[in-house]
């Protein structure tokens, strides 16, 4: 079943389901969902205050960092903006996994590619305003995208749309009736 209330500027779609499919989910999550932050701050704090991540999932589980394209090493001095884009991961196979991964015994090779202070000092991004664009992949996305899912997600009205036509059986046109939305509040729900 899906609810839809027109807001100002994004309109809101909440997808309800017995068992949902949270592979259906997988293409949006590596593109990218956008994810409220008011200010800016250490990646870290943005993993455990505003998505509730939990400190030893991150510490065990989340190898690989990247903050607006640079491979982050620590994330409690690499500092997330609005209009950031982060990507998550875990431990990726051969050389170049164990090269991007963070604190890894191969990390001075990719030097001209790490986070340093000053980098990612963007004017906005390509999202909603005061959001952050999160992209998670393999074991990472499994594992924390549905919670992130239930929470809520921002994302553009035409991959909601793609999302819907994907997740529904039946003919979805738009997700909103609201011709001027261009963002549109996702989430899916189990009973």
Known sequence: ?????????????????????????????????????????????????????????????????????????????????????????????GLVGATLRRG?????????????AGDGERDGGDGPPGTVRLKLFNTVLREIGPALLQRGVMVDRCEATATLRAWCADDVDDATDDPEARWVSLRVTSP
Do not use: N
Not at 40 to 45: E, N, Q
Not at 65 to 81: K, N, P, W
Not at 104 to 116: D, Q, V
């Open 1 to 93: 079943m899906t609810q839809r209330t027109a807001r100002c500027q994004h309109a809101s779609v909440t997808i309800s389901s017995g068992e949902p499919r949270w592979s259906d989910f997988s293409g949006l999550l590596q593109r990218g969902v956008f994810c409220p932050i008011a200010a800016s701050c250490p990646v870290g704090d943005f993993l455990t205050g505003h998505l509730g991540i939990d400190p030893a999932y991150i510490r065990d589980r989340i190898a690989t960092v990247f903050l607006d394209g640079s491979v982050v090493d620590d994330l409690t001095t690499a500092i997330i903006r609005p209009g950031s884009t982060l990507t998550l991961s875990a431990a990726m196979p």
């Open 104 to 116: 890894g015994f191969y990390s001075a090779m990719r030097s001209e590619i790490s986070w340093k």
